[in-house]
């Protein structure tokens, strides 16, 4: 599991040598796309060979002085996401980034940015979390500012200042935790704030600057400034990284696994993160269809779509927090998992897609593009998909999972708390909305009469339209998560150690594995209801005798 | 950077051998003193910083260039990161494979020292890379072509 | 408020006036000054919860063995939580690292505006 990590962080000090030695721009990818093959199939192996947690203790040290690395089923489904968007952004790079100088240190940065992610879904501690948060964030600074225009430093400039408070807000959460609990192995930390009888002031304190720096880094509504500038600012892979996966890794990510791990789901964190999340849908949203820039476009998409994953994350924390049932609960955060997974695929293929047409035209400005759906029939194919899937089109995974997350809310709002109408009629509008502004991209940039710049333009080269088309062929794929063989594979040992909470965090991240094993995977999905019960009835015991 | 004052140039040829080996000595004794391979380290990019200072700029282009830091840097971080792979000969990431010696002797400890030495080279290299990087956007902004960039 | 909690204060003092350098500043500089100013404040913060009050009679020490194995009982019981200083170490390389990368970037900018005010600019607002 170590190696997770190891392989891209050799890969990334290994780069210099090698673009040294080849010199030619294009063979020097062939390094990172092979280690990013390797670790999707490692990211796969892993995925499928277990569904128990694993626990690897680095250097062989064990608790208090050990450093931990989980692999439990979130940890895996993060991996697997990670481990394809990126192997599919460095295709695309190979002869997108042909335009630009210095490749050796663009794949040094990449690679160091994909080690950073592994290590934040994989560390079994805040400290750690924190430490590759810092890797993949400064990795992703220097590759926003990597055009040297000055609208690429501005952003890059404007990003990492952001991108530092809210490290140093992080920063001064895990200090306070630490003073409180003296942990920092977050199973501990919430198996000292259990036995403190919840959490305390101190402790509610160091929640929030955790929200603050988290809600930076994931950009949601009030946080937001500095992904609009910094998203559109990089080159189109790093921005289908950064909008794909390093958003969910680093903020959804974290934040998913404090208020369920760590503060054991608790109802007001839970309300916070609802209200934070109808924001960012709903604004983000509206801003969306305003915009001229394609990618700018895409950016506030990015941060309506992750507004709809935090919803759902932070419905299902108050509702489990009210004794709801398992069911409605557990359909609350499949849902927030599985479109994370689809805006990762699709908005990662929106993004390629921005970039293609960039590559051909050379401009981004939606007015000034049209008419390309004749010229680059692949890439305007792949661009519609993307665009369906993420606003909601029936077979596509995108519909799935925001059917879901609606599903789950409507049921919160009739049998739980009325205030959740406002989130549900909210989260069915945004779809609409969504449904607009994609309408928008593909009647200025596919549709009407081709201008003066388009007519000029070619289809992109191979690997481009590979890397898009793989994405695209993927946003289908990703639909079959809903059946339920498949999903029981993939998603629900992800649900269950969120929903687990505390407890089964616990049993995953401490040297005894108390999990029972799992039911086989034909009784699976009839189980699952019955088994997370089972795990919500420990949870409940250390709360309320 | 044409280099400073006769004054500079000679003391900077006596007291800059004394800090080099400072800070290998800081580097080398990490695991048996206060110190270590980040302090090291960057004791040696500031004595390396002091003589590019002082002789100018002509004679980092030609001895101290900074590729030849990016390509230490590189060495010392993968240095590193083979001992943590050659952990897995204890089978485990990391673990110590080497006999543990005495306390406070300078062979003891197992691989911290060839750690430390690593994590020497590369901050000691990584420092005075960014010194040169920052030393070379000057040179930019008076003529000259940036670093990288998007081609024209 | 006893006056032990006076350091913690004066802390997050500190961390409002590093937060109010970045915000409220126009020179790039000065930001970044602020973006170290709140790095700072933070690892003081993480250094300050490794202090703690050894057994009576005796004052806190570095946690450094210099009296060979033999002593390592009597530090363990006397020596300050060295898990912070740790952590710090770690967090004032990757400050560091931040500190190289936006002075890079600003130095960049003030090549491309000729200014470090960031009115002049047109992007960055507050």
Redesign the interface.
Known sequence: M?LLV?IP??GG?????VARLTGARRSAAALPILLAAGLLALAVWLLLAAREPIV?????WTFPVGISLVADGLSRLMVVVVAVISLVALVFSVDYMA????PG?YYTLFLLMLAGMNGVVLSGDL?NI??FL?VAG?AS??LV?F?????E??????Y??LG??A??FI??G???V??VTGH?NWAKVGEAITAAGGPTLPIYVAAAFFLMGFGLKAAMVPFH?WLP?AHPSAPAPISAMLSGVLIKASGVYVLARLVFSVFDGDAGLGWVLVVLGTLSMVLGGLMAIGQGDFKRLLAYSSISQVGYVVLAFGAAAVMRARGMEQAAVGLAVFGGLFHLVNHAVSKSLLFLCSGSVEYATGTRQLDRLGGLGGRMPVTAACLRVGALSISGVPPLGGFWSKLIIIIALAYMAVRGHWAFYIPTALAVATAAVTLVYYAKVQRFVLDGEPSETVLRAREVPFGMRAATLVLAVLCFATALLVVPAIRDRVVTPATEIVLGGAEAGRGGRTITVERKPAPPPAQAAADAPAQTIRLQDGTRQGETP | MQGMSLIVKNITRVVAGFIILFGAYIVLYGHVTPGGGFAGGVILAGGLALVVLAFGEEFARNVLTHDVA??AD?MG??LF?LV??L?FM???????FLPLGDVGALLSAGTIPIANLGIGIKVGAGLFGVFLALAAFRRATSGGS??????P | MTLQMVPYMLTFLL?VA??YA?VAKRN?VK?IVG?LI??Y???L??V??GYRTPPAGQAPVAPILTGGAAQAQELAATAVDP??QA?VL??IV?GL??AA??VA??V??YE??GTFDTEL????K?
């Not at chain 1, 690897?56 to 062989?60: D, F, I, Q, R, T």
């Not at chain 2, 204890?90 to 110590?96: A, E, H, I, P």
Request: no cysteine; charged share 10%.
């Open positions: 170590p190891a962080l050799a000090f290994l780069m210099p040598l690897y203790w680095v250097g062989g335009r630009f100088t210095s240190l400290f924190f430490v810092e400064i600074y220097a500012a055009g040297t225009e000055s609208d430093l501005e952003a890059g400039f404007k990492l200042v530092t408070i490290s140093t920063l001064v895990i200090a306070l630490y003073n920092l400034a500038d | 990016r390509l590189s971080a993968l990161l943590a792979v952990g204890g089978g485990v990431f990391f673990t110590n940036a670093a990288h960039g998007r081609l | 961390l590093g937060l970045i790039l930001v973006i709140l790095d404040a933070a690892n913060l993480l300050l919860t898990i912070p952590l770690t967090s990757i690292s931040v990368l936006v970037l600003a960049r900018l491309k505006y600019m047109r992007n960055l507050g």
